[in-house]
C-alpha cells in the first residue's frame, strides 16, 4: 500500500519530475539535482507513492536553529485525502528527531490557514517576525 516514507535516490527522476510541474506551475521554487540528492542522502526528503512519486516535501536544516519546510507538492488528484498533512507530519518529526529550534515555511496567503493547522504562525512567541530581502535587489 502507498504511504509516506523516505526518498531514496531512486525516487529522484519521480522528484523532479513533480519539482518541474510544481516550477510550471509557479507554486514552487527550482531547486538543483544536487540539493535535492543531498536533502535525500540526509534523510531529510518525504514522498507518497511506490514506483509513481505523487507527493513531497524537504526538510532543508540550515543548522540546529532554523530549518525550512519547502517543496511540498500534491498531485492535484490526490489532493484533500490527507496526504499533504502527513507529508508535513513527517518533516516535523524529522525536525524533532533533529532537535531544530524553530521550523518555517516560505508560502502565499491561501496556505496560511492550511499551514495553521500544524501550528505555524506568522509570529515566533507572538512577537518575532520573519523579515525578508534579496540582497542582488538592494
Ligand atoms: C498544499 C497541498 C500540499 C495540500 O495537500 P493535500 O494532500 O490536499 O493536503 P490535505 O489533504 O492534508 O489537506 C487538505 C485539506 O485542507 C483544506 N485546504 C486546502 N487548501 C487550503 C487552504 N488554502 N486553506 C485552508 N484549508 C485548505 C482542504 O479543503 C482539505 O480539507 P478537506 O480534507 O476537508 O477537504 C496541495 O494542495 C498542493 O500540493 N498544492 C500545490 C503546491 C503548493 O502550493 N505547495 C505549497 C507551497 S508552500
Redesign the pocket.
Known amino acids: 500500500m502507498e504511504s509516506v516514507r523516505r526518498a531514496t535516490q531512486k525516487d529522484m527522476s519521480g522528484i523532479m519530475g513533480l519539482m518541474a510541474k510544481?516550477v510550471r506551475e509557479g507554486?514552487?521554487v527550482r531547486r538543483t539535482k544536487a540539493d535535492i540528492l543531498d536533502d535525500i542522502r540526509d534523510g531529510d526528503c518525504f514522498v507518497f507513492g511506490d514506483r509513481r512519486i505523487r507527493?513531497m516535501v524537504f526538510l532543508a536544516v540550515y543548522s540546529r536553529k532554523i530549518a525550512e519546510l519547502r517543496s511540498?507538492?500534491?498531485e492535484e488528484p490526490?489532493?484533500?485525502?490527507?496526504?499533504?498533512?502527513?507529508?508535513v507530519n513527517a518533516a516535523l518529526e524529522r525536525a524533532r528527531q533533529k532537535k531544530v529550534m524553530e521550523v518555517m515555511?516560505?508560502?502565499?496567503r491561501?496556505?496560511?490557514?492550511?499551514f495553521g493547522r500544524f501550528g505555524f504562525k506568522e509570529e515566533l512567541n507572538d512577537f518575532r517576525v520573519a523579515m525578508f530581502l534579496r540582497p542582488t535587489d538592494t
Open positions: 510544481g507554486l514552487l507527493g511540498l507538492y500534491v490526490l489532493r484533500s485525502r490527507g496526504v499533504g498533512g502527513m507529508l515555511t516560505i508560502t502565499n491561501a496556505k496560511e490557514r492550511w
